[in-house]
């Protein structure tokens, strides 16, 4: 399996703060990585895929890059709505797909 | 829009089978643009991937489960199931289907989950 391993596991910012979230394979999976935001009793949410591309809907202050083993994902300037559970995800490897263990961003 | 939505018992008992539905509507599970899946979230615990199914039938499992899950299509019915078998307490979780989509032109596409399922609790005690 390739693991996927988030930094930090949580952070505190404050509202206007710019976060970045760093997510490491354990092999090179390209650029097939996706960006989860998950919100306390509610079902994950798709914000990035393709590590660099923003789904229908989502606000412009969210943006990813990275290509091979590392990737971010970066807010610009943190919202009290942006407080939630941020995964990666890989599907470089379709038979066997992985998430990161999950970055909880909470406000200072 | 297309919808998706999990059923099925909230309380298994050890070694038994937890069997879920997952019910789409809006479209067809037939397109040959999706594949369909299943994940689960312990109790204050990350994302698990369980595994996915074509419309083909054709499936691929995490490994970990590989022994005791199966997916499967009900096209009749527009739905997807999942059966995990001789559950114990390390199954209890809230189970997700979802819909995985390729995005861009890329071959081959990058798959990501666009459309889930509000999720059901499923407590095996």
């Known amino acids: 399996d390739i693991q996927m391993t988030q930094s930090p596991s949580s952070l505190s910012a404050s509202v206007g703060d710019r976060v970045t979230i760093t997510c490491r394979a354990s092999q090179s999976i390209s650029k097939y990585l996706n960006w989860y935001q998950q919100k306390p009793g509610k079902a994950p949410k798709l914000l990035i895929f393709?590590?660099?591309g923003l789904h229908t809907g989502v606000p412009s202050r969210f943006s990813g890059s990275g290509s091979g083993t590392h990737f971010t994902l970066t807010l610009s300037s943190l919202q009290p709505e942006d407080l939630a559970t941020y995964y990666c995800?890989?599907?470089?490897?379709?038979?066997?797909?992985?998430f990161g263990q999950g970055t909880k961003v909470d406000l200072k | 829009q297309v919808q998706l939505q999990e059923s099925g018992p909230g309380l298994v008992k050890p070694s038994e089978t937890l069997s879920l539905t997952c019910t789409v509507s809006g479209g067809s599970i037939s397109s040959t643009t999706y594949f369909w899946a299943w994940i689960r979230q312990p109790p204050g615990k990350g994302l698990e991937w369980i595994g996915r199914v074509y419309s083909s039938g054709d499936t691929y499992y995490n490994p970990s489960l590989n022994s005791r899950v199966t997916i499967s299509m009900e096209t009749s019915r527009n739905q997807f199931s999942l059966t995990l078998n001789s559950v114990t307490a390390a199954d209890s979780a809230v189970y997700y289907c979802?819909?995985?989509?390729?995005?861009?032109?890329?071959?081959?596409?990058?798959?990501?989950?666009?459309?889930w399922g509000q999720g059901t609790p499923v407590t095996v005690s």
């Open positions: 979802a819909r995985l989509y390729a995005f861009g032109v890329a071959i081959p596409g990058i798959y990501a989950l666009d459309v």
């Open positions: 995800q890989q599907t470089y490897d379709m038979e066997s797909v992985t």
């Open positions: 393709g590590a660099s």
